[in-house]
């Protein structure tokens, strides 16, 4: 939605250049997927630079065990440097962390980032989550200042990481780089982990779909600038992937890789993510035992008139009708897109069977409000709980809701 303004391919490579707190040619680190015995972290180096870090819990005097980044095998896009990632193994679960990256044996403290890892799979925990999305360069970035001051455990960003508006993977390098630059964000991925999927201008142009030439390099792009836990299946491709944490399950769903066009006709032809990336969503909800399971996406259920599910009746009817039909307690709906934020009970939850939660995180660096959410779940209670905290960009909560688990389950 709102189609913003483009750059030429000259434009965007000149955007390479370093800019901010960033050392020349630098970008990152960002601390992707986190187990509760490893994290995956990512940089953007020089060519021919050797990175490695060292990391160790961060209130133990343990020795500091290693890592080196290695580059990807065939990069999607162009640049003056190049993306790599390392894998820090053997963490324990529920523990705070320090790492600190060398690049060429030099420090620096734009490369120190501090995380904690989510407990072991299944154990009740308290935990909070930042929701985001729709974050433009030329906008005031003070938001990302109070998602820090939030302390989130995790975040996840649903959508318009950038604006590049097109499937040419060296021209969106260029947006994600000038955008991991900015001093703010790049203390957020630096010492929050952070989860992403993308929506039409970061996948491609305004709503688009799976007729998008090109689309196939947009995912190889897209899989070398984020460390998300998965990327589709080998049968499906896709940027879709699942991840836990606690007894939270999270199910990131890709809606445009698969994506019948906004303008096609509303039967029951018309798919929001494809049947194949659907069996995978509706197998993984019935296979959960996790207390609450969070399908994201960048498309809204019902606010976005053209752009969401709300224009794909048969694919929103069956999403939500198989819930009902399967039994499967717990769900809720998280989305963006639409440069506002709040969280509401979808009108439809009669065909749930119980409320259909959507939080809707957007315009944290692109709106009037510069609004994001917070989600804090408890399942250490005997009826978990999830609630929500709409916030503007002045801090001030604008909303708060909470719901139990008992009210989210079939009677």
């Known amino acids: 939605m709102n189609a913003p303004r483009t750059l030429s391919l000259l434009a965007a490579l000149f955007l390479l250049e370093p800019s901010g707190a960033q050392p020349p040619g630098m970008a990152g680190p960002l601390v992707g997927s986190v187990t509760p015995g490893s994290a995956a972290l990512w940089m953007f180096v020089p060519t021919d630079a050797k990175c490695t870090v060292s990391y160790y819990p961060k209130d133990s005097s343990a020795i500091p065990q290693g890592a080196q980044f290695k580059p990807f095998d065939k990069l999607a896009g162009k640049a003056v440097g190049h993306p790599v990632a390392a894998i820090l193994k053997n963490l324990l679960p529920d523990t705070a962390y320090r790492y600190d990256v060398k690049v060429n044996e030099k420090n620096d403290p734009a490369w120190v980032g501090f995380f904690r890892t989510p407990p072991a799979t299944g154990t009740p925990h308290k935990f909070r989550m930042i929701l985001s999305s729709c974050m433009r360069f030329d906008q005031p970035q003070g938001s990302w200042n109070h998602v820090i001051a939030e302390k989130p455990h995790l975040h996840l960003t649903v959508g318009d990481t950038h604006y590049a508006d097109t499937t040419d993977p060296t021209t969106q390098w260029a947006h994600h780089l000038r955008y991991r630059r900015l001093p703010e964000f790049a203390k957020v991925i630096r010492n929050i982990p952070t989860y992403s999927m993308w929506d039409d201008h970061d996948y491609g142009p305004n709503d688009s779909d799976k007729t998008a030439k090109g689309k196939e390099n947009s995912l190889a792009g897209w899989i070398q600038f984020w460390q998300n836990p998965g990327a589709g299946t080998p049968e499906t491709p896709g940027s879709y992937y699942k991840f836990t944490w606690g007894q939270i399950d999270f199910f990131v769903v890709d809606g445009r890789y698969h994506r019948s066009p906004d303008q ?148």
């Open 264 to 411: 096609a006709p509303d039967d029951d032809t018309k798919r929001m993510l494809g049947d194949a990336q659907f069996k995978w969503l509706l197998d993984g909800l019935k296979a959960s035992k996790a207390r609450f399971k969070v399908v994201a996406s960048g498309s809204t259920l019902a606010h976005s008139k053209s752009d969401g599910w709300r224009v794909y009746t048969f694919s929103r009817h069956r999403f939500f009708d198989s819930i009902k039909e399967n039994k499967i307690p717990g769900v809720v709906y998280m989305s963006g897109d639409i440069h506002n934020s709040l969280v509401w009970e979808h009108p439809e939850s009669k065909r749930v069977g119980y409320p259909m939660v959507e939080v809707i995180s957007s315009g944290v660096a692109n709106s009037e409000s510069l609004s994001f959410a917070t989600i804090d779940f408890d399942t250490t209670l005997k009826d978990p709980t999830m609630q929500v905290r709409i916030i503007q960009g002045d801090r001030k909560v604008r909303e708060q809701k909470t719901w139990k688990l008992s009210q989210l389950s079939h009677k």
